[in-house]
């Protein structure tokens, strides 16, 4: 029975080619979600701060409250809305985890904001921002390192403003800050688009 082989076996050439299948479908879901998700996402919310964050300067009391509850509406809508059609069509236990850590992490985020505001206002959106920046950062250490670059800036643009006072605080975080959360949802969805058809 020598040369006969048993049946099932599978020779090395093609468990490295089923490996890399593996690895490049992968690849090409990741990028998918990221396309779907991430990219509109970052420029829903790249809008948000690009208008509201601005407008704090010029509005006060009920107008500017009533501005950033819809702006945050519509931000949260996007967000969630494109988890939630994402997956619907690719279902991963890492998928579902990843959109209740961000759940949570908003969860949590709001209870800080709802008692940080009514006392400081200017430190409570610093917190927020860069408590968000903070999950930007581990989402690139453990999902794409773009993200780390890019919470790592907004983070920086942030503490100078902050450091600068409540007007250039808005204004740096409203236009450079916004600029690149809608620069980099364009980046994700451009650099995912051969992978996401």
Sequence with gaps: MLGTERRGT???????EALTTIARTQQAVRRAVLRWTLAPS??????????????SLLLAGDALTLLWIGLIAVG?????????????????????????????????????ASLLFPRDPELASFVLVTAFMAGYVLYGIW?????????????????VGHLLGPAPYALLVGLLGGSALIAGGLRVWWSSRNDAR
């Design 42 to 55: 970052l420029a829903a919310w790249g809008l948000v701060w690009l208008i509201g964050f601005p407008a």
């Design 10 to 16: 599978v020779h090395q050439p093609e468990l490295e």
């Design 76 to 112: 949260l809508a996007v967000s969630f809305g494109t988890q939630f059609l994402t997956a619907r069509r690719l279902r991963s236990p890492q998928g579902r985890r990843h959109g209740l850590s961000w759940a949570v992490a908003s969860g949590y985020l709001g209870l800080w």
């Design 143 to 159: 999902i794409t390192p773009f993200m780390a670059i890019l919470g790592l800036f907004v983070t920086a643009v942030a503490v």
